[in-house]
């Protein structure tokens, strides 16, 4: 079993930035792909930025060049850099853990106000 805390999320308007920590109960990071994921009430939760578990990353076109998603082993922690946010950025935020089993983080709201 792995627990999956988030934090750092919050109001900001736009243009500003945010990060976000996601901290695993156990230190597995190093064999596990994680991912920060948003959804909306009734939609479909979706990738938001992706790291593998040899440190490869993706992103959606619409966070390309502005959220950076990285990870601290020892830390167990990964994070997401928020850059230039907009208002369409305002979600629920999730972190997940992919391996033999799939974890999610309780979600942090971030709020954009234009």
């Known amino acids: 079993q792995v627990q999956l805390v988030e934090s750092g999320g919050g109001s900001v308007q736009a243009g500003g930035s945010l990060i976000l920590s996601c901290a695993a109960s156990?230190?597995?990071?190093?064999?596990?792909?994680m991912g920060w994921y948003r959804q909306r009430p009734n939609k479909q939760r979706v990738v938001v930025a992706y790291?593998?578990?040899?440190?490869?990353?993706n992103y959606a076109d619409s966070v390309k060049g502005r959220f950076t998603i990285s990870r601290d082993t020892a830390k167990n922690t990964i994070y997401l850099q928020m850059n230039n946010l907009k208002h369409e950025d305002t979600d629920v935020y999730y972190c997940?853990?992919?391996?033999?089993?799939?974890?999610w983080g309780q979600g942090t709201q971030v709020t954009v106000s234009s």
């Open positions: 156990r230190s597995i990071l190093s064999i596990s792909d």
């Open positions: 997940g853990l992919f391996g033999r089993e799939n974890y």
């Open positions: 790291i593998t578990s040899g440190g490869r990353t």
